[in-house]
């Protein structure tokens, strides 16, 4: 969006896109679960299909009805047995209040041919969330081929976006609108490390590379320039793949810190765990370039966990609950109560210039540090006070946010356009794990225009030991 109406939407006015030739489809593809939920279906209609804002949204399933085995090291919030088996009509009536175009049910695993691939390889685990996600995005594309057949001497008609999401996810507060996406990138979630894999956005002229990860899954060679392994242990394997594909073929992503949504399992309810990293891309520069009350983004990352996470609890409590209502901490309420007047004053401190930055982000499991993601930004003054006042902005409204809202206020979507300005200046992206040295990055920084992410570990020796210490602590805990 250009700088005036950037400001124009500052003072109050919503510039709303033009919807009249959006064209987008939803896929929804992965275990029913929790889909079976009216409530989670509710939202999701509300908070996803409704909220892109295009004159045409259409929806295609590919749904697998039995539950795959589950390993059996249980996550703490996960302490309910499988699910019960869903009859073929009832998920079928569930996906009709979609008005879908196509609808699939996948009973049992997708049988997994062997890659044949050496140890270093995806292992199975990562084949049937893929496969479904392939096969979904194959039902997009016969309905594409289908009405263009149907019209041999019109222009072709395609959809504009592909909207990858699983079917038991729970929106806590509604998406903003395609129309102010860029369509230069993917766009995917941070909830998981290295990459979220449950929900993207994907410009139609990107889809056809990014909705075959199924193709890596049997690449045995790679195109990267490394001696790691993509596949670490405790670090999920299918979204280890969907990054290996992502690199293999130079595919242009954008981490984005706005997706608030959370996995919703059929008992336990949503797992509002996982919203503790929106909007950190603001905390950690905030962080970095701020006066000194404002010197850690973990204070910043939990005040804004809190309010999300008692919005996610209230709207998808689990199946058996007491019935309380989750509260917001007195703590947050007095850390929002000071933060708008803080960043007003540190707009001043900002010196003028360009300078890199480089924000980590880490893959840990329980204490230890399996993985770090080095995301590099060559950014300006105006990048940062840009950030600055949006996210001041948003800090100031977003206490007031309730779970009935059903619509974006202005400072969420200025806090949108400052992020996507941000990601303008990314440079690249690589990827340490602990075998190797701290990470040396200038190759990423110089680079004559964005590079997309890239692979490589290469050992540093110019780096001090303080520095190699700073480097080797994560500034954003995964």
Request: charged share 20%; net charge negative.
């Amino acid at each position: 969006m250009p700088t005036k109406l950037r400001w124009l939407a500052f003072l109050g006015f919503k510039m709303l896109p033009d919807t009249v030739s959006c064209r987008v489809a939803i896929c929804f593809s992965g275990h029913a679960r929790s889909f079976m939920h009216a409530h989670v279906r509710e939202r999701t209609k509300e908070r996803l299909v409704e909220s892109l804002e295009c004159k045409t949204v259409d929806v295609f399933f590919y749904l697998a009805i039995e539950e795959s085995i589950r390993s059996a090291t249980r996550r703490e919030w996960d302490t309910f047995a499988r699910p019960p088996a869903f009859t073929v009509e009832a998920v079928r009536t569930a996906m009709l209040e979609f008005n879908p175009i196509a609808i699939v049910l996948h009973q049992g695993e997708a049988r997994i041919i062997p890659n044949g691939c050496s140890e270093d390889s995806a292992p199975s685990v990562a084949f049937s969330q893929h496969y479904k996600t392939a096969a979904c995005f194959g039902l997009v594309e016969a309905s594409e081929r289908k009405k263009n057949e149907r019209l041999p001497l019109a222009r072709h008609s395609y959809y504009d976006w592909i909207v990858r999401a699983r079917p038991d996810l729970a929106w806590v507060v509604p998406i903003v609108p395609i129309g102010y996406f860029r369509s230069d990138r993917v766009y995917l979630p941070g909830h998981f490390w290295p990459i979220g894999d449950m929900f993207a956005l994907v410009p139609r002229h990107l889809a056809n590379l990014f909705f075959r990860a199924i193709d890596t899954f049997y690449d045995c060679t790679t195109r990267c320039a490394t001696s790691q392994s993509f596949f670490l242990t405790h670090v999920g394997a299918p979204e280890s793949l969907l990054y290996k594909h992502l690199l293999e073929w130079g595919i242009p992503v954008q981490i984005y810190d706005s997706f608030a949504f959370a996995i919703a399992r059929y008992f336990e309810g949503a797992n509002c765990l996982t919203l503790h990293l929106l909007h950190h891309n603001a905390c950690v520069l905030l962080a970095n370039t701020a006066e000194r009350q404002f010197n850690h983004n973990d204070a910043c990352l939990a005040a804004i966990a809190d309010i999300y996470t008692t919005r996610c609890v209230n709207n998808f409590p689990p199946l058996i609950s007491t019935g309380l209502l989750h509260v917001v901490p007195p703590e947050t309420d007095a850390w929002f109560c000071c933060v708008y007047d803080m960043l007003r004053t540190t707009l001043t401190s900002i010196s003028h210039g360009q300078d890199p930055f480089i924000m980590t982000t880490s893959g840990c499991n329980n204490n230890s540090i399996v993985g770090q993601l080095a995301i590099c930004f060559d950014l300006d003054h105006y990048n940062i006070k840009e950030l600055i006042v949006a996210f001041a902005h948003f800090a100031k409204e977003l206490p007031y946010m309730t779970s009935s809202d059903t619509s974006l206020s202005i400072a969420h979507y200025n806090l949108h356009f400052a992020t996507n300005l941000i990601w303008d200046k990314h440079k690249g992206t690589t990827r340490c794990i602990p075998d190797c040295q701290p990470e040396n990055v200038q190759h990423v920084l110089a680079a004559p225009k964005l590079s997309g992410l890239e692979f490589s570990c290469q050992v540093s020796t110019g780096m001090s030991p303080e520095e190699r210490a700073a480097w080797t602590e994560p500034l954003v805990p995964y």
